[in-house]
T-cell receptor
Framework: AQKITQTQPGMFVQEKEAVTLDCTYD???????LFWYKQPSSGEMIFLIY??????QNATEGRYSLNFQKARKSANLVISASQLGDSAMYFC???????????????FGQGTELSVKP | NAGVTQTPKFRILKIGQSMTLQCTQD?????MYWYRQDPGMGLKLIYY???????DKGEVPNGYNVSRSTTEDFPLRLELAAPSQTSVYFC???????????FGEGSRLTVL
């Protein structure tokens, strides 16, 4: 069963507008963490933001915020004031508490390719 | 700040050849991982290590081996390369079981 689902293979957004990238997850573990990574065309993986399952408030990091809806099991990434440099592949990932004895491995979704138009 | 360093960045192998992808980190992280990324896909875990001398299989370990003799180094060995192993390989490390992963720049491997 797919644990992390990103249903948008590709997205377009106009420069300076906000965009939401969808991520839903599946777990029965009450303790888990959700991560977003950015992968530009150069290929490196850049950590953007983290949300813990027990965190009361949505995580924010600069222009990035995470819209965490626990009951819906969704962790959407919101990018405000899009810039041309935001064009990249974006991956949602999850770490379940039960895998703490398995090295704390991350499970990744298939990614969403974001293109920012000037 | 070097972070996680992978070598080589690019490599072409013939079917049946073997090679080692090197990974070293200078952050004194205990947790290290090898992932592969196939075109248009997310990352899949090959092997991981929770410390020197301790390694374990991930989701797609077949055709690979690892070792962890030091905290810094986590090499990935490909034995008898097959076209299905054509992929981009990422090494990553983490300072804790809850922290984010720090990734190397990736190694693009083509098996012909």
């Amino acid at each position: 069963a797919q644990k992390i689902t990103q249903t948008q293979p590709g997205m377009f957004v106009q420069e300076k507008e906000a965009v939401t990238l969808d991520c839903t997850y599946d777990t029965s573990d009450p303790s888990y963490g959700l991560f977003w990574y950015k992968q530009p065309s150069s290929g490196e993986m850049i950590f953007l933001i983290y949300q813990g399952s027990y965190d009361q408030q949505n995580a924010t990091e600069g222009r990035y915020s995470l819209n965490f809806q626990k009951a819906r099991k969704s962790a959407n990434l919101v990018i405000s004031a899009s810039q041309l440099g935001d064009s990249a592949m974006y991956f949602c990932a999850m770490r379940e508490g039960r895998v703490y004895n398995q090295g704390g491995k991350l499970i990744f979704g298939q990614g969403t390719e974001l293109s920012v138009k000037p | 700040n070097a972070g996680v360093t992978q070598t080589p960045k690019f490599r072409i192998l013939k079917i049946g050849q073997s090679m080692t992808l090197q990974c070293t980190q200078d952050m004194n992280h205990n947790y290290m991982y090898w992932y592969r990324q196939d075109p248009g896909m997310g990352l899949k875990l090959i092997y991981y290590s929770v410390g020197a001398g301790i390694t374990d299989k991930g989701e797609v370990p077949n055709g690979y081996n690892v070792s962890r003799s030091t905290t810094e180094d986590f090499p990935l060995r490909l034995e008898l390369a097959a076209p299905s192993q054509t992929s981009v390989y990422f090494c990553a490390s983490s300072y804790s079981l809850t922290g984010e992963l720090f990734f190397g720049e990736g190694s693009r491997l083509t098996v012909l």
